[in-house]
């Protein structure tokens, strides 16, 4: 079987949904030998992480239409690119709120770091992880993951290629004493 990241349009699923987004989703798959992880929900998309056999891939997309039509299909698979194009991915993706993603590409990003450049990456990577989180539905592990990202985001240089780290650090703790998560570009 093959991992893939399933986008289907969003048009009235709240974070408050992915429980039901899941099930419903095993439900339409039922006789389909697929398995369907975990939901995450975003303003404008339903983030499905499935596995299915390449050759059912289409079939599965046709019981999924209920939920929403198909946005963008990512097969996951370990890949190795360039540090540049890494930062560049992870970019796009927090901004357009597909943070797992998000956070998969700042993990290329991270294994070809070393020392304090290292620890900063992490840092960012734990902020996509907290939004992530709250896609689920997780909300008090995401609040509880901003800690740890700042710790790691310590008094790092306030820009990381173009990135704002100290926007990320003033926007992770405003979320702490707000008890809230609040999406922003980086």
Request: hydrophobic share 35%.
């Given at each position: 079987m093959e991992r893939y990241m399933l986008h289907l349009e969003n048009t009235r699923y709240g974070s408050e949904h992915p429980r039901e987004v899941v099930y419903k989703a095993r439900d339409l798959a039922s006789y389909m030998n697929v398995s369907i992880r975990v939901a995450r929900i975003a303003k404008k998309f339903v983030e499905l992480d499935v596995s299915v056999e390449k050759e059912e891939l289409d079939e599965l997309l046709?019981?999924?239409?209920?939920?929403?039509?198909?946005?963008?299909?990512?097969?996951?698979?370990?890949?190795?690119?360039?540090?540049?194009?890494?930062?560049?991915?992870?970019?796009?993706?927090?901004?357009?709120?597909?943070?797992?993603?998000?956070?998969e590409a700042f993990e290329g990003v991270w294994k070809k770091c070393f020392g304090r450049e290292k620890e900063l990456v992490q840092g960012i990577i734990l902020i996509a992880v907290a939004f992530a989180h709250a896609q689920k539905n997780d909300l008090a592990i995401g609040i509880g993951m901003l800690s740890r990202a700042l710790e790691k985001l310590g008094t790092s240089p306030s820009m990381y290629h173009s990135i704002d780290v100290d926007r990320i650090r003033k926007k992770a703790i405003e979320m702490q004493q707000e008890n809230q998560l609040t999406t922003f570009e980086i």
């Open positions: 046709k019981k999924l239409e209920p939920i929403g039509s198909v946005v963008d299909i990512r097969h996951v698979f370990e890949e190795e690119i360039e540090k540049e194009k890494g930062i560049e991915d992870g970019i796009f993706y927090f901004n357009n709120e597909r943070f797992w993603e998000s956070h």
